[in-house]
Antibody, heavy 116, light 108 residues
Framework: EVQLVQSGAEVKKPGESLKISCQGS????????IGWVRQKPGKGLEWMGV????????TYSPSFQGQVTISADTSISTAYLHWSTLKASDTAVYYC?????????WGQGTTVTVSS | SYVLTQPPSVSVAPGQTARITCGGN?????VHWYQQRPGQAPVLVVY???DRPSGIPERFSGSKSGNTATLTIIRVEAGDEADYYC????????????FGGGTKVTVL
């Protein structure tokens, strides 16, 4: 079964750093890009960026360029989303998804709460 | 920046047909549609304008004409009540993916 399993919920303070993960299984990890999507409470889906695990090439939405970093470790079939300095406005659910034009397999989501 | 426009809400009676539109400069782009039930991750229901992933009921179909794509759900059921999002890859600027604002489908 193809699946993406994300790391658990996080509660952080403004200014802290954070890296959440997304581990793929059931397929060759380097054959598909991995994308990240943000969903703020009660709001719609926002496309953040994507990584090609095969060569670590990344593309970011202009809205998220410089705000987050996407990376991958093919040895453990895992993609990451990293913040160096969290803000309260980063509070949201973050989804990873296998990306081949369409996003056909989704992780279960990671809730990130940033509050002082 | 790239913008995809969806109606905020659509209401439909059980057994009837729901149509959700997605407008934008999408004439040359492949449009994908996702269903998101409350508290759940999105699910791909239509890809490449009109193809259906395995396991998605035939009641769901997609089409595109010019700069408007449409997701059609026939014989609507209570379980179809959800938010629906269109998405494309902006190949003109290579800024990546873009989602529409989403449409809440309410089954009366």
């Amino acid at each position: 079964e193809v699946q993406l399993v994300q790391s658990g919920a996080e509660v952080k303070k403004p200014g802290e750093s954070l890296k959440i993960s997304c581990q793929g299984s059931g397929y060759r990890f380097t054959d598909y890009w991995i994308g990240w999507v943000r969903q703020k409470p009660g709001k719609g889906l926002e496309w953040m960026g994507v990584i090609d695990p095969d060569d670590s090439d990344t593309t970011y939405s202009p809205s998220f360029q410089g705000q987050v970093t996407i990376s991958a470790d093919t040895s453990i079939s895992t993609a990451y989303l990293h913040w160096s300095t969290l803000k309260a406005s980063d509070t949201a659910v973050y989804y990873c998804a296998r990306h081949d034009g369409a996003m056909d397999v989704w992780g279960q989501g990671t809730t990130v709460t940033v509050s002082s | 920046s790239y913008v995809l426009t969806q109606p905020p809400s659509v209401s439909v009676a059980p057994g009837q047909t729901a149509r959700i539109t997605c407008g934008g400069n999408i004439g040359r782009e492949s449009v994908h549609w996702y269903q998101q039930r409350p508290g759940q991750a999105p699910v791909l229901v239509v890809y490449d304008d009109s193809d259906r992933p395995s396991g998605i009921p035939e009641r769901f179909s997609g089409s595109k004409s010019g700069n408007t794509a449409t997701l059609t759900i026939i014989r609507v059921e209570a379980g179809d009540e959800a938010d629906y999002y269109c998405q494309v890859w902006d190949s003109s600027s290579d800024h990546g993916g873009v989602f529409g604002g989403g449409t809440k489908v309410t089954v009366l």
